[in-house]
């Protein structure tokens, strides 16, 4: 599935081609404002700015730094480049990229690091403090660095190892073209201020605050992540006076210059100026990105990834949007050939930031028409209803994917959705199987193996007495755990596997419980003569 539970985050970094200075124009080569002419066709307040093309670079070379799940189910940060390949041997417990930077921050347990992403130079700290004072020198140039204080947890600032402001803030950011964002009280309750480096306050709020350099910040709308820059804050762009650009809200800000922002909401990227009108761009390489991409500003390039499990396509683009280079330029439709003549295709009928829905679609060679009402009602149940949310509404990440597995004729097509709210403790998932005659289109119930009334309480008489022998403290109430016409199931070799989902039957930590029933305990309940049976001990030709 896309998305990425909240902390399989994912970040992008440049590493270096043969020769690094190559890779390094400055943003005003790559990007300039054409304003209008002395005189314009159009009315000049409705004539917005444009963003020329720079020529492409030559093709650099590209790297992703993604937090997955090892097999031993631990969480470690490993570097690649646009293949796949390790570009680097050392793995890392976790890591964090540097916005506007090619740097990123990494650990291990107590240990930390910075890294130079173009040339994977790796600067060692013996604790956060020193950290703390790499960023603040070799990244953002500043002499003054915030500290933590290990008594008290609190956040204070130092200059040349002399405390200017002893331990007041619950967090401190480093300071960035001359500001930074502190915050004091609890995470969720706090007052987040923007602070000079004389540590006056000059805008404070009870929302959250986040600085994206430059003098621009955002003022977190709806929701406030303990995440600075979380992706799944919202806000609203503001100067360091708190005066509001624009009264959009946004999802994305990324400051390429004091006067050009990339922005984006849940559903596009756009450009806006520096007092935040919307800028016209003649190339769409950038903006045409789904938006569930993830996009990371190094203050040369953009960096995009869509995948951070497969990181199967990794773009690099320069500062005006302009397509340099794309470790995979051809996107093909993904289709599961099922037999001979029937083949199952993965349509992404719905892309979003948040929202990714993928549905099968079936087809048979000969006979287009086999299909058309299974297909129709996944859409009806799925996409028909759907209403597209504005962005002050949008509150959860949603998913929808499959697979398959054949079983005779009849194919097992599970569908996966997940849900996040924001701010919720935890995703909640669910799982739905359909059972799909391939000769004749047709859907089944369990009820439709038998012809027997009795069957689904019999069904619910196995279940209950394998709950019972497996672990009867794992269930709400093994006498409520029901089989019924709504009851998921799955095919295996040797009969059915039911199961339920998080919260069915059981508490979410115990995941999806499944329960075996071979066919052979089923005998005297299976009718041999149904539709069903038949296709499900049919032969295929693959």
């Known amino acids: 599935m896309k998305k990425y539970y909240l902390f399989l985050t994912f970040i992008l970094i440049l590493t270096s081609c043969s020769n690094p200075s190559n890779l390094q124009p400055t943003t005003e080569e790559v990007v300039t404002i054409v304003k209008e002419s002395s005189e314009p066709t159009t009315p000049p307040e409705t004539s917005p700015a444009t963003v020329e093309v720079a020529e492409p670079e030559p093709e650099p070379s590209v790297a992703a730094m993604i937090h997955m799940l090892s097999k031993d189910a631990l969480f470690k940060t490993i570097i690649v480049d646009a293949n796949g390949a390790l570009a680097l041997e050392q793995t890392f417990a976790s890591g964090d990229y540097l916005p506007g930077t090619s740097y990123a921050q990494l650990s291990n347990e107590d240990d930390y690091a910075l ?106 709308y709806d929701f406030n992540f303990p995440f600075n820059n979380n992706w799944y804050n919202k806000f609203i762009l503001i100067n360091a006076e708190g005066k509001p650009l624009t009264d959009e809200v946004f999802f994305e800000a990324h400051v390429i210059t004091d006067d050009l922002l990339l922005v984006g909401d849940h559903l596009k990227h756009w450009y806006i100026d520096g007092n935040g009108e919307k800028v016209v761009s003649e190339n769409t390489d950038l903006l045409s990105l789904a938006m569930n991409n993830a996009i990371y500003w190094t203050g040369d390039y953009y960096l995009s990834v869509d995948d951070p499990y497969s990181y199967s396509h990794i773009g690099l683009y320069d500062g005006s949007g302009h397509l340099l280079y794309n470790s995979n330029a051809t996107t093909l439709p993904v289709i599961d050939q099922i037999s001979d003549d029937i083949s199952l295709e993965h349509r992404t009928i719905i892309q979003e930031k948040f929202t990714t829905i993928t549905l099968p679609k079936l087809s048979a060679i000969g006979h287009p028409e086999l299909f058309d009402d299974f297909n129709q009602q996944l859409l009806d149940n799925h996409y028909t209803q759907w209403e597209i949310e504005s962005v002050e509404m949008v509150s959860s990440e949603i998913s929808l994917d499959f697979d398959s597995s054949l079983h005779g004729n009849i194919l097992d097509i599970n569908l996966y959705y997940y849900w996040y709210g924001f701010g919720a403790a935890h995703p909640n998932h669910s799982q739905e199987t359909i059972h799909v005659d391939l000769t004749t289109g047709l859907s089944y119930l369990a009820s439709d193996l038998s012809s027997r009334e009795d069957f689904y309480p019999y069904l619910t008489q196995l279940v209950q007495a394998q709950a019972s022998e497996n672990d009867p403290e794992a269930y709400w109430s093994i006498d409520e755990i029901i089989v019924d016409a709504t009851t998921q199931y799955t095919h295996t070799d040797e009969g059915l596997q039911v199961y339920y989902s998080p919260y069915d039957i059981s508490a979410y930590a115990y995941g999806y419980p499944k329960f075996d029933i071979p066919y052979t305990a089923l005998e005297g309940y299976l009718d041999l003569n149904s539709d069903y049976y038949k296709a499900l001990m049919a032969q295929v030709s693959k």
């Open 115 to 220: 890294i130079d992403l173009r040339d994977l130079a790796i600067f060692p700290a013996e604790d956060l403090n020193t950290l703390y004072a790499l960023i603040a020198d070799k990244v953002y140039h500043s002499d003054i660095v915030p500290f933590k204080d290990a008594e008290s947890n609190l956040y204070g600032y130092k200059q040349d190892d002399q405390v200017l402001l002893a331990p007041t803030y619950t967090s401190a950011s480093q300071f960035i073209d001359g500001y930074a964002v502190v915050m004091t009280g609890q995470t969720y309750d706090g007052t987040s201020s923007i602070i000079d480096k004389q540590f006056n306050p000059i805008y404070s709020s009870d929302e959250g605050i986040l600085a994206f350099g430059h003098g621009f910040f955002g003022q977190v």
